[in-house]
Antibody
Framework: EEQLVESGGGLVQPGGSLRLSCAAS????????MSWVRQAPGKGLEWVSG????????YYADSVKGRFTISRDNSKNTLYLQMNSLRAEDTAVYYC?????????????????WGQGILVTVSS | QSVLTQPPSVSGAPGQRVTISCTGS?????????VHWYQQLPGTAPKLLIY???NRPSGVPDRFSGSKSGTSASLAITGLQAEDEADYYC???????????FGEGTMLTVL
C-alpha cells in the first residue's frame, strides 16, 4: 500500500522557519514527482510546490516563490519543504501528494495518494 | 478567488442523484486540460475520486462519475448515501498561471 506520512509541523513566529518532511513507502519513490498542497483553516486546497522524480526540476506557486524550497532525498524516500520568512497567511495543513508520473506540475497531473497532513501555525 | 468555480454547497436525499459543477475558462478546462475530482471527508485528507475527466481509481464506486464539456466539468453522484457527505474539489491546470489550480470546493449535505 502506498503511504505518505508528514512530520515537522508546529507553531512558529512570523518571519521564522520550519522544515516539513514526508516519508514515502509502498512505491518506487524515485520514479515519481511529488507535490505539496496546503489548506488554510476552513478554506480550500492550494497547490504549493512540486518536484520532479529526479529532483532536477522544481516548481512553486507565486505565493511562496522565493520563500519556500522543495527538495527530496531518493535514498531516504523522503520529500522536504523548507519554509522561510513565514507569514500568518501560511498557516495551513500541509499535505504531500504523489504525482502520477515523473514530471512535476505538469498539465493533466493529478495527486494520489495524499498524506494525512501536518498543521503549520504562524503566529506570535 | 479560484479560477475554477464550484457551487459552495449542494444537497440531496439518500438515493437521489446530485451533480457538482466546475466552471473554468479558455486557459484551463476550455484549453483541453483534464479535470480531476477529490473527496474530502470531515477531518481527513483529500482522496482522488475521478482522474482525467471520467476515470475512477480502483476502489471508487461506480456511483461516482465525471464529465467535461467546453469550459466546464461535472461530478455526478447517484444513489446518494450518508457517507458521501463531504467536501468535493475539482482540479485542473491553468496555462495563464502555469500551474495546478483547484476549485473552491463544494460541501455536499445528505439530507
Amino acid at each position: 500500500e502506498e503511504q505518505l506520512v508528514e512530520s515537522g509541523g508546529g507553531l512558529v513566529q512570523p518571519g521564522g522557519s520550519l522544515r516539513l518532511s514526508c516519508a514515502a513507502s509502498g512505491f518506487t519513490f524515485s520514479s515519481y514527482a511529488m507535490s505539496w498542497v496546503r489548506q488554510a483553516p476552513g478554506k480550500g486546497l492550494e497547490w504549493v510546490s512540486g518536484i520532479s522524480a529526479s529532483g532536477g526540476s522544481t516548481y512553486y506557486a507565486d505565493s511562496v516563490k522565493g520563500r519556500f524550497t522543495i527538495s527530496r532525498d531518493n535514498s531516504k524516500n523522503t520529500l522536504y519543504l523548507q519554509m522561510n520568512s513565514l507569514r500568518a497567511e501560511d498557516t495551513a495543513v500541509y499535505y504531500c501528494a504523489k504525482d502520477p508520473g515523473g514530471i512535476a506540475a505538469a498539465a493533466n497531473n493529478w495527486f494520489d495518494p495524499w498524506g494525512q497532513g501536518i498543521l503549520v501555525t504562524v503566529s506570535s | 478567488q479560484s479560477v475554477l468555480t464550484q457551487p459552495p454547497s449542494v444537497s440531496g436525499a439518500p438515493g437521489q442523484r446530485v451533480t457538482i459543477s466546475c466552471t473554468g475558462s479558455s486557459s484551463n478546462i476550455g484549453a483541453g486540460y483534464d479535470v480531476h475530482w477529490y473527496q474530502q471527508l470531515p477531518g481527513t485528507a483529500p482522496k482522488l475520486l475521478i482522474y482525467d475527466n471520467n476515470n475512477r481509481p480502483s476502489g471508487v464506486p461506480d456511483r461516482f462519475s465525471g464529465s467535461k464539456s467546453g469550459t466546464s466539468a461535472s461530478l455526478a453522484i447517484t444513489g446518494l448515501q450518508a457517507e458521501d457527505e463531504a467536501d468535493y474539489y475539482c482540479q485542473s491546470y491553468d496555462s495563464s498561471l502555469s500551474g495546478v489550480v483547484f476549485g473552491e470546493g463544494t460541501m455536499l449535505t445528505v439530507l
